[in-house]
């Protein structure tokens, strides 16, 4: 990756149509987000951010405007163009994991793998996801299954899919959404080390103290961009999972 302009929409719209009905859901957002920055995606239901987060993961195509990632134009490709580019360039961390129940942690890990052009061996494949969970600390648990883990491991796994393929963007939605407050802050430790190596994150939330961990935040409301500011007081994950429960450093 250069230090450019990774992601860049120009006046992107979006409509949807019910019968003669139409909703506009994105109405004519222009946004860049260059290399490495960690940008948190904020709005209130109905605000547009999960439409925007949609296009920006090449999962919907904007209705009207351009959507550049790294510097292609990817706005009218087919559904499987779309698809390529999900695979070589995006990663996605859901609020509900999205494990499959009878498949280990390392193959789930593995799965976004089978589907790409590298042609991994089964050794190869093996060593890549016992590699990535390890890097999210899951060493000693790639043969558990999901209903042996813990909700924040869950998600540890779900972030390991998301990186098995070295994307250029890493797109999480909601991704504490289900995970209690202390599991919560070790995810976003995870995210900050992934950022600081390098990643670009786009995050959506709705929750204040949680887009504190992100460098940037974009603010929607009514499908339109409201604020878009830096963070300058930004949370240290890291520094919090240093504290005990009663708030006095160890």
Do not use: W
């Amino acid at each position: 990756m250069n230090n450019g302009t990774l992601v860049k929409l120009v006046d992107v719209h979006k409509v949807y149509r019910t019968g003669e009905m139409e909703v506009p859901a994105v109405r004519g957002v222009s946004l860049d987000i260059k290399a490495g920055e960690f940008v948190a995606l904020m709005g209130a239901s109905g605000s547009g951010k999960s439409t925007l987060m949609n296009i920006l993961g090449c999962l919907d195509r904007p209705s009207s405007g351009q959507y550049f990632l790294d510097n292609a134009d990817v706005s009218d490709l087919n559904r499987d163009q779309l698809a390529e580019i999900r695979n070589r360039k995006l990663g996605f961390v859901f609020q509900s994991f999205n494990l499959l129940a009878r498949t280990s942690a390392r193959e789930n890990a593995e799965l976004p793998l089978i589907y790409s052009a590298q042609n991994l061996s089964h050794v190869q494949l093996r060593e890549k996801a016992d590699r990535v969970l390890a890097s999210v600390g899951l060493a000693g648990r790639e043969d558990h299954f999901p209903s042996q883990l813990s909700g924040g491991q869950q998600q540890r796994v779900a972030i390991a899919r998301a990186l098995i393929n070295d994307p250029e963007v890493l797109l999480a939605d909601e991704p504490t959404g289900n995970l209690d407050s202390r599991t919560s802050v070790e995810i976003m430790a995870i995210f900050q080390q992934l950022n600081e190596n390098g990643i670009t994150i786009i995050m959506v939330t709705h929750e204040q103290d949680i887009a504190a961990y992100a460098k940037r935040n974009v603010v929607m409301r009514d499908g339109l961009i409201r604020d878009d500011h830096l963070v300058t007081q930004r949370s240290d994950a890291k520094a919090q999972l240093t504290q005990p429960s009663n708030g006095v450093m160890e």
